[in-house]
């Protein structure tokens, strides 16, 4: 069934066709509308969930992990101020092994108070151990979220649903809301093989000394390392039923490109417009668009990207005294092979400021301009 | 030997509580749990932030109780619980009772807002805190549960506790919740049966216990059950039940109200206090047992 | 009860160990009997049988057998209070010889 949805809703529709049983959630825009919709979910019968209006995000968190360690599928929503007071419960939810699916909505953080997009909010969880899913179409959103739950349980290990502030929350867009006879097909039941039950007592997550905590950790990383074949795994089975692929990447154009753009949320369908009209003066352009960011695709990327003569990292994030984030992992992931292009980092649309198509071309400028990338960050539209 | 004679057990002999836990000797917050779980038997699942208790029950990939636990973060006692209560029952499990465990750092400071959102909210939970006066787990540190006069490795003699006990019963007897108790390791049997009747509740309850402890208030380990035996008879800490946050029970009347002074000075903690600031103490327990009878009458 | 004297847990590799960081096995492993240097000894001529030791002790190390207080020595840690709480009298905290 088509609707017309904003991207917030798409995140509903995708906790509730996903069959999430509790729900813990505090408002906070730009999300406010995926909790909207979710408790009228609740309230109305469409979705069988206990919604836990909880008096902070941190409590949001700390409800789910609780809902998860019971045996339950639990959901959350939030953005910036909120996933930072999560932090602390973000590690938690990831080291106690709890598949708990959160969407973030990316919101710069304060000061100043900005409700606009950048990815700064989630990149400062990188090192939590949750997956990251940036997605750029509401359609996107919706299919990943089912996906989130499905990978998830499968290693134990939470995922974020992450879209961009009002340029996809509050966008509505065009989106085929799979039938739940087909999602719960593809997404059985939550069913964990440990849980918190008095008929098999155990005490979860107790004080962990030095001759255990380490090879517990180990298995989180390992266990990640497992999560790209499994999410194109589940990607390729979600096509089969729904015909839509879900893949770590979307690389657009790139195969017998020269230059490409990787980038990461809506910038991404930005940047395809750009290549279009790239292609069409004879510039033979691509875009690499990274979906999944945690675990960070280092395989694909370097499969992508070595067969072009020029890559440009587009990053709506900063990581102070370093560089754009997405542009340290490309370059990590190329360093040390062999033949790989030169990578160009630029840093742009912070705090919700527009990357437009004009913002590509300059990138493209400044990059094709150039034959050695430095390590100088180029600020795209910023006032100097 | 007097063989005819029968054993009297006044509580529960199942034991869900099992020994080589790590408690120092003669803690007042293991006769706690060990009450708690005589009352609630095996069908409860428990969440314990960080206190004493998260080390007391043993290191991974141990435990020393029968019932489930979830180790929690510091400030989550009650919003994890509410999460495991939802969890439960989502997956088909309404019977089993879902229990907050903290100590009064994890409950006054810490975790004071998760408790608030959980109480206004009504959840289906029994929130304990086992108060021993200070963040003891972390070494003796003050916590605004410790009350005037106590010395705490941050308030050292020279600048001792000046600000009062908080008094988390009336916060949380402001919120109306369905039960609230204050109970005593000195009186297992009222315990107990108290809990009983809260397992019995729907809604928010909340035990504010009573659990001395030897290391931090600097007392004999065998004065445990004594020094919580004479908070209650010397009305520091009388036993009482609150119902929909304000019809208020005494549960034991005190016809012989003892003197603080004797309490105050069998724990070294308080060895620095002159007569007056010990008369000082006295006339605000008198204050405040007196506010409770006028509560009680009403 | 559970089990006494439970067994020591050893993982020989991560692969051995839950994916979740649950308990698999009892604490009653630790004997902590151990840290005792004062050992209650109970006169079981005075005893009234009144369920007073076993009743307050935290560990709790007092077993009922036969309807009679026996001190389970493997845990109990020493702290006193069976003896100071006795109403008889008959529990006397000696130095532990070791």
Redesign the interface.
């Known amino acids: 069934m088509k609707k017309v949805m904003m991207g917030n809703h798409a995140l509903s529709y995708g906790a509730m066709l996903s069959r999430s049983q509790v729900i813990a959630a505090y408002p906070i825009t730009p999300q406010t509308q995926v909790v909207e919709l979710l408790s009228e979910m609740c309230a109305d019968g469409t979705l069988d969930a206990r919604f836990i209006k909880v008096e902070s995000e941190h409590s949001a968190m700390a409800a789910c992990i609780g809902a998860s360690v019971a045996g339950a599928r639990a959901f959350t929503a939030t953005s910036s101020q909120g996933l930072a007071l999560m932090h602390e419960m973000l590690h938690w939810a990831a080291g106690g092994r709890h598949p708990i699916v959160m969407g973030n909505i990316n919101r710069s953080m304060a000061p100043g108070w900005s409700i606009w997009t950048d990815q700064n909010d989630s990149l400062s969880e990188r090192d939590t151990g949750w997956m990251q899913y940036y997605c750029a179409s509401n359609q996107e959103v919706l299919d990943t979220v089912i996906q989130a739950f499905k990978v998830s349980e499968r290693l134990m290990i939470p995922g974020m649903v992450i879209l961009d502030a009002f340029a996809l929350s509050h966008t509505y867009e065009v989106v085929d809301v799979p039938d739940q006879a087909a999602v719960d097909k593809y997404l059985p039941p939550f069913k964990p093989a440990i849980r918190l039950t008095p008929s098999d007592p155990r005490a979860f997550g107790g004080l962990t000394g030095a001759e255990h905590y380490m090879e517990l950790r180990y298995k989180l990383q390992k266990d990640m390392e497992k999560a790209p074949a499994l999410i194109e795994e589940t990607g390729r089975e979600f096509e089969k039923i729904f015909g839509r692929n879900l893949g770590l990447v979307d690389a657009y154009r790139c195969d017998d490109a020269d230059f490409v753009f990787v980038t990461s949320g809506t910038a991404g369908f930005t940047a395809r417009v750009v290549v279009d009209e790239f292609r069409k003066s004879g510039l033979k352009a691509g875009n690499l668009r990274i979906k999944v960011f945690r675990p960070f695709p280092f395989a694909k990327v370097r499969e992508v990207l070595k067969k072009v003569k020029k890559a440009a990292v587009v990053d709506r994030n900063c990581s102070y005294g370093a560089h754009g984030i997405f542009y340290q992992e490309v370059k990590s992931a190329l360093y040390g092979e062999a033949g790989m292009p030169p990578v160009f980092g630029y840093i742009a649309g912070l705090g919700g400021r527009d990357i437009t198509t004009d913002s590509f071309k300059e990138v493209a400028a400044h990059a094709l301009a150039k034959d050695k990338a430095d390590e100088e960050i180029v600020w795209i539209g910023v006032k100097k | 030997?007097?063989k005819e004679?029968?054993?009297?057990?006044?509580?529960p002999?199942e034991?869900l509580?099992?020994?080589?836990?790590?408690?120092c000797?003669?803690?007042?917050a293991?006769?706690a749990m060990?009450y708690m779980l005589k009352a609630l038997g095996?069908?409860?699942?428990l969440?314990i932030p960080a206190c004493c208790w998260?080390?007391i029950?043993?290191?991974?990939?141990?435990?020393?109780?029968?019932?489930?636990?979830?180790?929690?973060?510091f400030?989550?006692a009650?919003?994890?619980?509410?999460?495991?209560?939802?969890?439960?029952?989502?997956?088909g499990?309404s019977e089993?009772t879902v229990v907050a465990w903290a100590g009064d750092g994890g409950t006054f400071d810490i975790g004071l807002?998760?408790l608030?959102?959980a109480a206004?909210?009504n959840?289906d939970i029994i929130y304990v805190c086992y108060d021993n006066e200070a963040y003891m787990n972390t070494g003796i540190q003050r916590s605004s549960a410790t009350p005037y006069g106590a010395w705490t490795t941050t308030t050292p003699v020279k600048h001792f506790k000046t600000r009062p006990k908080k008094d988390i019963v009336a916060i949380m007897a402001a919120h109306r919740i369905p039960y609230i108790a204050t109970a005593s390791i000195s009186h297992?049997e009222d315990f107990v049966k108290k809990m009983r009747k809260a397992k019995d509740i729907k809604g928010t309850r909340f035990f504010h216990v009573y659990a001395p402890c030897?290391t931090g208030w600097k007392s004999?380990?065998?004065?445990?059950?004594?020094l919580a035996r004479m908070a209650v008879q010397n009305a520091y800490f009388p036993l009482c039940e609150i119902e929909d946050g304000d019809k208020v029970t005494l549960n034991l009347k005190l016809k012989d109200k003892k003197p603080v002074n004797d309490y105050i000075r069998i724990q070294g903690r308080f060895r620095h206090l002159t007569e007056a600031q010990v008369a000082s103490i006295q006339a605000e327990v008198d204050a405040r047992w007196e506010r409770l009878l006028k509560n009680c009458a009403v | 009860m559970r089990e006494k004297k439970a067994k020591k847990i050893v993982f020989n590799s991560a692969e051995e160990m839950p994916t979740m960081i649950a308990s698999v096995g009892s604490q009653t492993h630790n004997l902590t009997g151990a840290w005792r240097n004062i050992r209650p000894e109970i006169d079981l001529a005075k005893c009234l049988k009144c369920g007073i030791c076993w009743k307050f002790c935290p560990e709790p190390s007092i077993d009922i057998v036969d309807e009679w207080p026996v001190v389970d020595y493997d845990y109990c840690k020493g702290c006193g209070i069976c003896a100071e709480e006795c109403p008889a009298k008959c529990i006397v905290m000696v130095e532990e010889r070791k």
């Open positions: 030997m007097k004679k029968k054993m009297t057990l006044t509580l002999a034991e509580m099992a020994c080589g836990h790590l408690a000797q003669g803690c007042g293991t006769l060990r095996q069908k409860t699942a969440c998260a080390v029950d043993g290191p991974y990939p141990y435990s020393s109780l029968d019932v489930p636990i979830y180790h929690c973060a400030e989550t009650a919003s994890t619980a509410t999460g495991v209560k939802a969890g439960l029952e989502m997956t499990d089993t807002q998760a608030s959102g206004e909210r959840e297992p030897p004999r380990p065998e004065d445990t059950v004594k």
